[in-house]
């Protein structure tokens, strides 16, 4: 199983008390960005262009606390630039847990294992380390030469310390397939507990603009990569949102569903997208114009199938039909009958 | 909208670093802010009463009551609010820091320059303590 049990429980509790109070938009994962600094310039990525005083900005522990009460997302994402720069990271994750929050802290695994005393093992902890495909593929998009290695050193030394150890992979459009379904296989030999991906987002001001995958170059490539699965690959993710992202159900955006909190504000309206700050939790759900994003419903969502869009509704999918919750109980007691 | 380099209303160029915008009217502002507000770098903000601001723009409310921009003040912590209707001229005059590293050219580079490039990245991070 890719999920404890206790986290299945806690989301499916979650969400159907949400349901039961007839609330139309909740979050459901809290995307928070302590700080935009990085130790490394990925060519595809968008959040770390900005001037040195905004990169040397840092959300203090009592603020990120504070979003995660106001927001109530059971599991807090927190990404970044690189959360373990943050000299204050291990506090912040255990105020989080204290809070009884489930906490995937992602990480491009550089500072890892210096960094592993600081955080004591945890079901409620999970590494999310950056793994954009074999070693070639991985060093030329994290643009240094190494760091595969420096990663998959850093997992072993996580998992021998019984640390719930994910990977997330970002895929663009000159992904091979095979060489993805072999990553698949050589991380889970490694022993991690499931794995994430998803398509790249064109970010407005990401260098990599050309690069990054069109809808139906999206479900073609995912396809390819998750049909016939084998069976030892684990997903840290929803089942209908992979099959989502092959073409198999249609989703409509629930940008509220993975609400952003960096040390500009709550944004608007998406992890992705940049249209204004709001102060509070309250303000970004009752002052942004939801309807107005979306496939379909906005030329910068066009093309957009990423899991902070999209895996929402594949959760909502699962507790609001029924073919969704079937399907998503069969895909977890049978994921290779896809 | 005058400023100091061609302006083409409607798509911006490549990018803004080194031009100044003096509005002459409400849409030139407007149009200005929405540059400044999608610019990766600091703005210098000239207002009416002759005070100026050199920060990052980051937010801005258009749709009820004064219109207003925050920025972070590139020499103090916190956030400052000003109103569209205080601003006289805006200067893209921080650098572009999203301009000119396209993915196509790092991987059209050559290898001594992608090494180079990546070795000057590893520095910096490693000047700071992140590596």
Redesign the interface.
Known sequence: MAVPLSQMYTVTKYVLTQKLRGVKRYPLVLMLEPLFRCNLACAGCGKIQYPDHVLDKRLTPEQCWGAAQECGAPIVSIPGGEPLIHPEMATIVKGLIDQGRYVYLCTNAILLERKLDEYPPSKFLTLSVHMDGLRDEHDLAVCRDGVYDVAVKAIKAALKRGHRVTTNTTLFDDANPERVRQFFDEMMALGVEGMMISPGYSYQKAPDQQHFLKRERTRELFSRILGKPKRGWQFNQSPLFLDFLMGRREYQCTPWGNPTYNVFGWQKPCYLLQDGYAKTFRELMETTAWNDYGTARNEKCADCMVHCGYEASAVEDTFGTLSGFSRTVKLTLLPTSR | MTDTKQHSPGAPPATLQGRVFTPHSHQDLAEAIEFAF?Y???VTISLRSGEVLC??L????TTSGRSWV?M?P?SH?DARRVYYDEVATIAFT??D??N????????TKKDSE??L??AQ??SQ?HA?G??
């Open positions: 999608d990766r770098g600091d920060g990052y980051f937010n801005r409310e925050e972070f590139a912590p921080g650098e820091t999203a000119g590293k396209s993915w196509d050219t790092w991987v992608r090494n490039e990546a990245v590893a991070a700071r992140h590596l």
